[in-house]
């Protein structure tokens, strides 16, 4: 097809990087303005193109972190140590670079006031980032919906967004938050060692108070695959588990965030 037959959201166009704010020691913000702005709901996502000078291109999916709403789109990337667009973005791009995106893009991971709760999010490492949006979306729109975000990272330094979810889960009715750090060794006030087991999932569950209306998972590939079968086990019918996959190796996932079994 050609691309001026596409839908608008399916269609490239190119928006301006306005402010680039370091979120962790391996993370930033990118906040983009699209040449022509479009409305997105909470838990979307853009695609990003990268061209080379002789052509070579790198396309990746990055979540939109802000509220719906907003006139510019925040982007949330970490850094990997090998990762071809990722580095691009920490290590070359500049304010008032222009980047090919298009988008809004995803129908099914998304949450809007009007559909209601109990909402569970769970989110491992940059996964967070359109909980965020939802939670965001959420503050927004004044709703009460009762929402429980349960968000892994490794360390207390790695936690992105952390002031504003520590203030939201202290000032914020109805929303309560279970921090889990993987790579910490001393007590940390607010968030608790370790991984994501069963029994998070299941305290989770308890806080919310019933059974949720829809549950949101996101991060790494493994990490996602291993909470959506503890919610399922734990007795969540699987039509109201809604996953994102970032990718990653299984190895890097199961290390970072997530475990089968408790540790010895
Ligand atoms: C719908 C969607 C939304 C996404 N949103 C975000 C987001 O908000 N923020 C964000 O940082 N990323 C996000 N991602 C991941 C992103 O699209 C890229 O895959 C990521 O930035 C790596 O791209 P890269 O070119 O830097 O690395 P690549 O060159 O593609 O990969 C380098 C190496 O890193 C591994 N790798 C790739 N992805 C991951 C991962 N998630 N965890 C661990 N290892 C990995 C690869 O297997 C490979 O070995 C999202 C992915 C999807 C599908």
Redesign the pocket.
């Known amino acids: 097809m050609d691309e001026s037959q596409e839908p608008p959201r399916l269609r490239w166009q190119e928006a301006t990087v306005e402010r680039i704010v370091a979120q962790t020691p391996t993370v930033k913000s990118f906040f983009l303005r699209p040449a022509e702005p479009f409305d997105f709901i909470a838990g979307q996502?853009v695609d990003l193109r990268l061209t080379a000078p002789d052509g070579y291109q790198?396309q990746?999916?990055?979540?939109i972190g802000s509220t719906p709403g907003d006139a510019t789109i925040e982007?949330?990337?970490?850094r990997?140590e090998?990762?071809?667009?990722?580095?691009f973005f920490h290590d070359v791009a500049q304010v008032g670079d222009a980047i090919e995106i298009r988008g809004p893009i995803?129908g099914h991971f998304n949450w809007r006031p009007i559909d209601g709760g109990p909402i569970l999010l769970i989110g491992g490492g940059?996964g967070v980032?359109p909980l965020l949006s939802i939670l965001r979306a959420r503050r927004a729109a004044g709703s009460r919906t009762p929402m429980v975000l349960v968000y892994s990272a490794r360390s207390l330094a790695e936690v992105i967004y952390r002031d504003e979810l520590m203030h939201a889960a202290e000032h914020e009715d109805d929303f309560s938050m279970i921090l889990t750090l993987t790579r910490e060794t001393g007590p940390v006030t607010g968030a608790r060692l370790g991984r994501i087991m069963r029994e998070t999932i299941a305290e989770a569950l308890e806080m919310l108070g019933e059974p949720p209306r829809l549950a949101f998972i996101c991060g790494?590939t493994a990490f996602v695959e291993v909470a959506a079968m503890f919610l399922i086990e734990a007795g969540v019918p699987p039509v109201r588990v809604r996953t994102?996959?970032?990718?990653?190796?299984p190895a890097?996932?199961l290390d970072a965030s997530i475990t089968l079994a408790p540790e010895a």
Request: glycine share 14%; hydrophobic share 40%.
């Open positions: 996502h790198a990746r999916s990055y979540s982007l949330v990337i970490e990997l090998v990762g071809e667009v990722s580095l995803g940059s980032v790494a994102e996959r970032y990718g990653g190796s890097v996932a």
